[in-house]
């Protein structure tokens, strides 16, 4: 895009975008699902219930403080089948254990969110698979029909029919023993939930098509043979591997995951959500882009997806948000009873009465994208539109030189356009900004974005449309919406006030 800019042209860029973003984001609330492994073999006394009262960390009030801080609407609650039947599959669900993790989604719906109930059984019962050599189908319907059953008048209640199948042999089977659930679901009474219906592969977002699960799960229906509500349940996370193992990410999976999957939805005419996903809670590389073994990575633009190759995370829920015709929403990984310790730790500091602190991916990619801000720490101004250095403050700049960001996110509608003229530029993210001189922008006006360090902007002399949004940001329930109103300058040869450099 920025490339064929010429000198001399005249043009406006206006990178704010009115959309109507994705309608859930949230944290998963880990704890009931501990001492799960990959094969499905859950040891119940490993537990590490996310209530106070049972004597765990407080779930509850870290979901009371993500929904009222951080506007949050949904709550994943991870569980394990054993737990609830207390080691007797197929039996009737444990009235003990069932009254613990009730606590639980009891506390989610006083906040007003949706709450996932998420069987965290990889497919499997000690090893062996639903459907294939394990568990029956009918073993796998009677779990979900009292669970139903307990649920069918919570309309925020989602059903997460099954955490994260994988290497499984049949996807076909595999969909029968999902129909089976959804059935025995819609029969118990909860005909308007969510169920969420899960792939192979660890329900990857980025195999879900190619795997086969896609078209197998699209057979899934309600009783009356309609798929509402029933939506695609995925999960990517940005590491190497994509296991959501590693602090650092490597890839946005925009290009290699979330548009080809939304091209299908799409042309599908359905819906998926992301359920899991998330980086280290501090790593640069999620927040930022700039990875360990990229240190002079290019500029990038959160809602220029198409020009640029990002890293982190915001990127990524930023795509979501661009495209929540086919994407509902999207939940982190993970919080509740994970220490501080734990590599993809979302778990908020602090307490219910000292107050909380979000770790910073919450604050700067979840929180900031789903409300629209996009901010490091505050919203954007909420009275200001876009501010323009002053002609007598702009010069040509050679290739070569250094960017500095204001914010130490790269808030979607916070960044200089023109800056990403020049390819071969060096761009770097401190996490305190600059102060800038009075009198360069207009009373009461902080803009983040880009700016040089020490001279001007890549572009000719002579050439005008140089932009710093600043954004005004309007945050509704379920919704974002950001206007901007572009105004051009002509450039000239000066010098920035040396206080400009970082």
């Known amino acids: 895009m920025f490339s064929k800019i010429l000198a001399g042209s005249t043009f406006a860029l206006s990178l704010g975008k009115a959309f109507a973003g994705v309608q859930f984001a949230g944290i998963n609330i880990a704890g009931f699902d501990f001492g799960c492994g990959t094969d499905g073999t859950c040891t119940v006394s490993s537990v590490v219930a996310p209530l106070s009262s049972q004597g765990g960390p407080d779930g509850a009030g870290q979901m009371?403080?993500?929904?009222?801080?951080?506007?949050?609407?949904?709550?994943?609650?991870?569980?394990?089948?054993?737990?609830?039947?207390?080691?007797?599959?197929?039996?009737?669900?444990?009235?003990?254990?069932?009254?613990?993790?009730?606590?639980?989604?009891?506390?989610?719906?006083?906040?007003?969110?949706?709450?996932?109930?998420?069987?965290?059984?990889?497919?499997?019962?000690?090893?062996?698979?639903?459907?294939?050599?394990?568990?029956?189908?009918?073993?796998?319907?009677?779990?979900?029909?009292?669970?139903?059953?307990?649920?069918?008048?919570?309309?925020?209640?989602?059903?997460?029919?099954?955490?994260?199948?994988?290497?499984?042999?049949?996807i076909i089977t595999w969909s029968q023993s999902v129909q089976?659930?959804?059935?025995?679901?819609?029969?118990?009474?909860?005909?308007?939930?969510?169920?969420?219906?899960?792939?192979?592969?660890?329900?990857?977002?980025?195999?879900?098509?190619?795997?086969?699960?896609?078209?197998?799960?699209?057979?899934?229906?309600?009783l009356d043979g309609s798929t509402t509500n029933l939506i695609f349940d995925?999960?990517?996370?940005?590491?190497?591997?994509?296991?959501?193992?590693?602090?650092?990410?490597?890839?946005?999976?925009?290009?290699?995951?979330?548009?080809?999957?939304?091209?299908?939805?799409?042309?599908?005419?359905?819906?998926?959500?992301?359920?899991?996903?998330?980086?280290?809670?501090?790593?640069?590389?999620?927040?930022?882009?700039?990875?360990?073994?990229?240190?002079?990575?290019?500029?990038?633009?959160?809602?220029?997806?198409?020009?640029?190759?990002?890293?982190?995370?915001?990127?990524?829920?930023?795509?979501?948000?661009t495209n929540s015709d086919v994407y509902l929403g999207y939940v982190g990984w993970a919080a509740g009873s994970f220490a501080s310790s734990y590599v993809l730790s979302l778990t908020p500091t602090g307490s219910a009465s000292a107050g909380w602190v979000d770790q910073p991916l919450v604050s700067q990619c979840f929180a900031a994208q789903f409300n629209g801000t996009n901010t490091t720490s505050t919203p954007a101004p909420a009275t200001s539109s876009f501010a323009a250095l002053p002609s007598s403050s702009l010069e040509l700049i050679p290739s070569s030189s250094t960017f500095v960001a204001v914010s130490s996110s790269l808030a979607a509608a916070s960044i200089l356009s023109t800056a990403a003229s020049s390819s071969s530029s060096t761009f770097v993210f401190p996490t305190s900004?600059?102060?800038?001189?009075?009198?360069?922008?207009?009373?009461?006006?902080?803009?983040?974005?880009?700016?040089?360090?020490?001279?001007?902007?890549?572009?000719?002399?002579g050439s005008t449309g140089a932009l710093i949004p600043t954004g005004t940001s309007h945050h509704h329930h379920h919704s974002h919406h950001s206007d901007f109103h572009p105004i051009t300058f002509k450039t000239k040869r000066a010098s920035l006030p040396s206080n400009l450099a970082a």
Request: overall charge negative; proline content about 6%; some cysteine.
């Open 433 to 461: 900004s600059p102060a800038f001189p009075s009198g360069i922008f207009p009373s009461g006006v902080t803009p983040p974005g880009i700016f040089p360090t020490g001279t001007g902007f890549p572009f000719p002399t």
């Open 234 to 321: 995925v999960h990517k996370y940005l590491d190497s591997d994509g296991s959501g193992t590693h602090a650092d990410c490597t890839s946005n999976q925009i290009d290699d995951s979330f548009s080809p999957l939304a091209t299908y939805l799409r042309t599908s005419n359905r819906q998926a959500i992301l359920s899991e996903t998330g980086g280290g809670s501090d790593d640069s590389s999620c927040l930022t882009g700039i990875s360990s073994s990229l240190p002079h990575f290019p500029l990038q633009l959160l809602h220029c997806a198409d020009d640029f190759t990002k890293l982190d995370v915001c990127q990524a829920l930023a795509y979501l948000d």
């Open 180 to 222: 089976a659930a959804v059935t025995a679901i819609r029969k118990a009474g909860a005909t308007i939930q969510y169920c969420l219906l899960p792939g192979n592969d660890y329900t990857s977002a980025q195999t879900f098509v190619s795997s086969g699960s896609a078209a197998a799960l699209a057979n899934v229906t309600n």
């Open 64 to 170: 009371a403080h993500f929904n009222t801080a951080d506007g949050f609407n949904m709550f994943r609650l991870p569980v394990a089948w054993q737990y609830l039947v207390n080691n007797n599959l197929g039996g009737t669900l444990d009235d003990a254990n069932l009254a613990n993790y009730d606590a639980l989604v009891q506390a989610c719906l006083t906040t007003g969110a949706y709450c996932i109930i998420d069987i965290h059984n990889y497919a499997r019962w000690n090893g062996q698979i639903i459907g294939q050599g394990g568990p029956s189908d009918d073993d796998f319907a009677s779990l979900w029909s009292q669970i139903a059953t307990k649920y069918a008048e919570e309309s925020n209640v989602v059903m997460g029919i099954m955490n994260e199948p994988h290497d499984v042999p049949d």
